[in-house]
């Protein structure tokens, strides 16, 4: 089992939808965790953090699982413009090792 | 505030022959971070520093690769000599500790 897993993708969504994908990690021990948006050919930018009582920001909505070992990220409303690649990124122990997710490719569709 | 400066930004050069990329992290970060990123796939860590001192180079393949962080400051990445599976763009990154990262814009290296 990969240490963080996403599903790559491609998901297609019309416009206006709403989608959510997951990324499962496999250390319980992990203490952070991130969502990266990757623009084509751009470096990834911060998207949010993740925070064990979940977080909102506008249309945008991560959530921690612990339990299960997983994150999510929730895109309502969704815009032309979120069509990009999502990225998790898990921070390992306290020896501050982390590990990314391959990314999950989102397109919206008109 | 300015962001983490890399360059060259774009890099052609032929194989077994060598290259170094640079980078300048956001003032004050501790952890300094580089990442090979081939088309289609997520960031791979090449090499994580804390300060001046090495945390993580695990998928650094040392043979060809090294990188040192001057001073807990600035920091290159050398590929000597380069193969043409190299072909990608190197990110380099920066954060407080367990903090968010901040990216460079990369370069993006070509090996024929």
């Known amino acids: 089992r990969k240490e963080v897993e996403q599903d790559p993708g491609p998901f297609n969504v019309p416009e206006g939808a709403t989608v959510a994908f997951n990324c499962t990690y496999s250390?319980?021990?992990?203490?952070?965790f991130f969502w990266y948006r990757q623009d084509c050919r751009k470096e990834p930018k911060l998207l949010m953090s993740?925070?064990?009582?979940?977080n909102e920001d506008g249309r945008f909505t991560a959530q921690l699982n612990r339990a299960s070992q997983y994150i999510s990220l929730l895109i309502r409303d969704s815009k032309l413009s979120d069509s990009a690649t999502y990225l998790c990124?898990?921070?390992?122990?306290?020896?501050?090792?982390?590990?990314w997710g391959a990314g999950t490719k989102l397109i919206i569709k008109p | 505030e300015a962001g983490v400066a890399q360059s060259p930004r774009y890099k052609i050069i032929e194989k077994r022959q060598s290259v170094a990329f640079w980078c300048n992290p956001i003032?004050?970060?501790?952890?300094l971070y580089w990442y090979q990123q081939i088309l289609g796939q997520g960031p791979k860590l090449l090499i994580q520093?804390?300060?001046?001192?090495?945390?993580?180079d695990s998928q650094l393949p040392k043979d060809r690769f090294s990188a040192e962080r001057l001073k807990g400051v600035d920091s290159t990445l050398k590929i000597q000599p380069a193969k043409l599976e190299d072909s990608a763009v190197y990110l380099c990154?920066?954060?407080?500790?367990?903090?968010?990262?901040?990216f460079g814009p990369g370069t993006r290296l070509t090996v024929t």
């Open positions: 003032s004050g970060h501790a952890t």
């Open positions: 250390n319980s021990a992990s203490q952070s």
């Open positions: 990154a920066s954060s407080p500790p367990l903090g968010e990262q901040y």
């Open positions: 990124v898990v921070w390992g122990d306290s020896n501050y090792q982390l590990i």
């Open positions: 993740v925070y064990s009582s979940g």
């Open positions: 520093f804390q300060n001046n001192g090495v945390v993580d």
